[in-house]
């Protein structure tokens, strides 16, 4: 009988990126992200496969680690065309509201373009997007624990009619509510 498996979080979550140097850089500076590591190779670990790449890899607090891949050897980096830019993201936490409010004002400061703060009801979030084309989130949550065990208890039964009906089920109205009452 197989043990079930016990996750301890994401080790890193990578992506590639257009140019690894001003990938670090925009990191280092617009969000703070220490620069931890780089691995370099001609051919690919997995696969032995022939295609140099740099691997960088960013510190996003508490263990988390972003990382990117920079290809050379491959065609130009694109999106999945067929995917809305607003769905594909990078989302990061922050402590408050404060520290969003103020991570807007930082993040503005570099002529970045941001949106937000976008209130979701049980937390606030701005967007904008790296050199890279990534679109990028910074959150802090407003939730309370009543809250989030509401949405824990209903998320199996919205799924259950969703993968029926393919339409917003109603088990969460009072969110889009509460939003809508905030405004």
């Known amino acids: 009988m197989s043990h079930p498996i016990q996750l301890n979080g994401f080790h890193h979550v990578a992506y590639r990126c257009k140019d690894a140097k001003q990938t670090v850089e925009f990191y280092q500076n617009v969000l703070g992200m220490d620069f931890q590591l780089a691995i370099a190779e001609d051919h690919v670990p997995s696969t032995g496969a022939y295609d140099p790449y740099m691997h960088i890899f960013m510190d996003a ?26 769905v594909q993201h990078i989302a990061m936490k922050l402590d408050n509201l404060e520290a969003l409010n103020a991570a807007k004002v930082s993040i503005e400061s570099h002529g970045i373009n941001v ?9 606030k979030s701005i967007y904008f997007f790296d050199p890279n084309g990534h679109r990028l989130e910074l959150a802090a949550n407003t939730h309370t624990q009543e809250q989030m065990q509401e949405l824990h208890r209903v998320a199996p039964e919205m799924l259950d009619e969703w993968s ?11 969110l889009h509510e509460q939003i809508a009452n905030d405004k």
Do not use: C, S, Y
């Open 61 to 86: 607090g508490n263990g988390n680690v972003l990382a990117f891949f920079e290809l050379p050897q491959q065609p130009d980096m694109d999106r999945d065309q067929n995917t809305p830019k607003w």
């Open 115 to 123: 949106i937000g703060p976008t209130n979701h009801g049980i937390f």
């Open 164 to 174: 029926k009906t393919k339409k917003a089920p109603r088990h969460a109205a009072w």
